[in-house]
């Protein structure tokens, strides 16, 4: 009995995201950010959330750490299993011990999460002080150093005196992973943190987070747009469109066999070195990315895509298994009689309307 129980341990994830749905209500409707998505992120492991911009993904990840500003943004359903507790259920004061804590996020722009009139020490070591009762904060002081080495700064015990403004973006960055990892954190979430830098540092930035996340056995989630940051990094990926979750696989099986056709646009849009030089033009996904207010139950891709069928302009398909953890979500890989009966749905819904409308009063 304890055997078993030992191994159920083992095997559950670090973090398991539920049917999980966040809605913003405008007074141009209900805008449904993130529409019922679903994964989980093991100890050590690296998930990347990819799309284009307004899918769903920051929202997806600000989400998980509570921090939509409410109104207008409502979490309306779902679960954010974190070691088995939902952190949508926490109170506030549980929140505060997992955020920064057992949960760190690196956002966009280093300079605008960074403030301006205090020291990076005085940043770094307030952190550390909040989570930890029993440090000193000259012990504190000692691990920020500590942490600012670990993220490649050169003489940190001189640089942490310093301001923001006298670190380039990079070093910023830098310093928002070390204040992020200071806490020994079990899960990173790093929201496109390399936007707002060069691709040399770009590069570094990467490097540092896969290593840091190797080192340390951190999870990551990694959000960006930018599947050539994803494929030298990450273990899985799961690629969003309209609020939800079209496709998810395995990285490597991922590039080898996308499914869904939007995952085979955003490939087939990077440049590739071995197709340099040949007359081929780069791939570019016709039209713009829907408007999620008040979506209609159909595929909202299918405008866009060359492979739509009748069924994609009426129903939204369900998730498919196309092979060993790979999932999509694409009425290509459902087999007839799912079409027929979805269509038959359909034809049944709107001729039960006609004959309401019909009906005299």
């Not at 973090?15 to 679903?38: M, N, P, Q």
């Not at 960074?114 to 009762?133: A, D, G, V």
């Not at 003489?155 to 380039?168: G, L």
Request: with cysteine.
């Amino acid at each position: 009995m304890n055997i078993k129980k030992e191994n159920t341990e083992k095997t559950a994830h670090l973090l398991e995201v539920k049917d999980l749905r966040t809605y913003f209500l405008t007074d141009a409707g209900i805008v449904k950010a993130v529409d019922g998505i679903s994964f989980t992120v093991d100890e050590g492991e690296t998930l990347a959330l990819v799309g284009e911009s307004g899918c769903g993904k920051s929202v997806t990840n600000l989400s998980i750490m509570r921090l939509v500003p409410s109104p207008p943004g409502k979490i309306v359903g779902g679960e954010v299993l974190f070691e088995g507790k939902d952190i949508l259920k926490l109170s506030e004061g549980e929140l505060r011990g997992i955020r920064g804590n057992k949960i760190s996020m690196i956002f966009q722009d280093p300079m605008t999460s960074l403030n301006p009139f205090l020291r990076i020490s005085t940043q770094m070591t307030e952190t550390i002080l909040l989570h930890n009762k029993d440090i000193t904060k000259k012990a504190a002081l000692q691990k920020s150093i500590e942490m600012l080495q670990l993220v490649g700064i050169p003489s940190p015990e001189k640089r942490i005196r310093n301001y923001p403004h006298q670190f380039s973006g990079g070093m910023r960055q830098r310093v928002m992973i070390a204040m992020a990892l200071s806490c020994n954190a079990q899960l990173l979430i790093a929201d496109e943190p390399t936007t707002a830098l060069d691709v040399t540092i770009q590069a570094q930035i990467l490097e540092l987070i896969k290593s840091l996340s190797t080192k340390l056995r951190t999870a990551v989630i990694l959000i960006t747009h930018d599947l050539g940051v994803v494929a030298g990094m990450c273990d899985v990926v799961c690629v969003m469109y309209a609020g939800r979750i079209v496709e998810k696989a395995m990285t490597d099986d991922l590039y080898a066999n996308p499914a869904h056709p939007y995952t085979e646009g955003l490939i087939n849009s990077v440049p590739r070195m071995d197709l340099r030089g040949k007359d081929e033009r780069l791939f570019s996904i016709e039209g713009q990315p829907p408007n999620v207010i008040d979506l209609p139950p159909c595929c909202p891709f299918h405008p866009r895509c060359h492979k739509a069928m009748d069924v994609c302009k009426h129903v939204y398909p369900p998730a498919v298994t196309v092979g060993t953890g790979h999932e999509t979500a694409c009425w290509l890989y459902n087999d007839e009689q799912t079409v027929a009966d979805a269509l038959a749905k359909v034809a049944e819904t709107a001729e039960m309307a006609k004959s309401t409308q019909e009906t005299p009063r």
